[in-house]
Structures are given as C-alpha cells and as structure tokens.
C-alpha cells in the first residue's frame, strides 16, 4: 500500500499522465482510501488551473540574464559518471 507521502511525489506525473501504469493504479487505490489526499489532490489540481490562466509576462531584464547565466554554468559543467 502507498502512503501519503509516497503519493505527494509521483503527483506532478500522476496529474500530468505520466506515471507508468503499475504506479497510476497504487495512486487510484491509494486515493479511494484516503479523503486527505484525495483533497490535496483536488486543490493541487485547481492550483493548476489557476496558474494556466495567469497572464504570460516577461521576465524582468535582470532575472533573464541571470537565469541564463545560471544555464550556461550548467552546460558548462561536464557530466557526472555512468552509473553502472
């Protein structure tokens, strides 16, 4: 069985379609016996919807270029090792 917790993790793939199928059904499960969560979920959901509605405005100059700063150094950095 899921808990909660377990739950809060996989919710962004959950929402979005995402999650393998074997982890949509312990969600479905999780969610027919827990109100809670079934609430967070609800509301996490509506935050969702709320945000798609926002208007799109450009970021502010000095965040922009700072952002891509921060991208370039993450590019720049080489890769970590192959886990084997």
Do not use: N, W
């Not at 069985?1 to 929402?15: A, G, K, N, P, Y």
């Not at 079934?38 to 922009?64: E, K, N």
């Amino acid at each position: 069985m899921m808990t909660c917790r377990e739950l809060i993790q996989l919710l962004i793939d959950f929402v979005s379609g995402e999650l393998p199928p074997e982890h949509q059904a312990l969600v479905q499960q999780h969610l027919q016996t827990c109100p809670p969560c079934v609430a967070y979920l609800q509301t996490y959901q509506h935050t969702i919807r709320l945000a798609r509605q926002l208007p799109c405005q450009p970021l502010p100059p000095d965040l922009d270029r700072r952002l891509r700063a921060a991208l370039a150094e993450i590019k720049a950095m080489p890769a970590p090792p192959a886990v084997t």
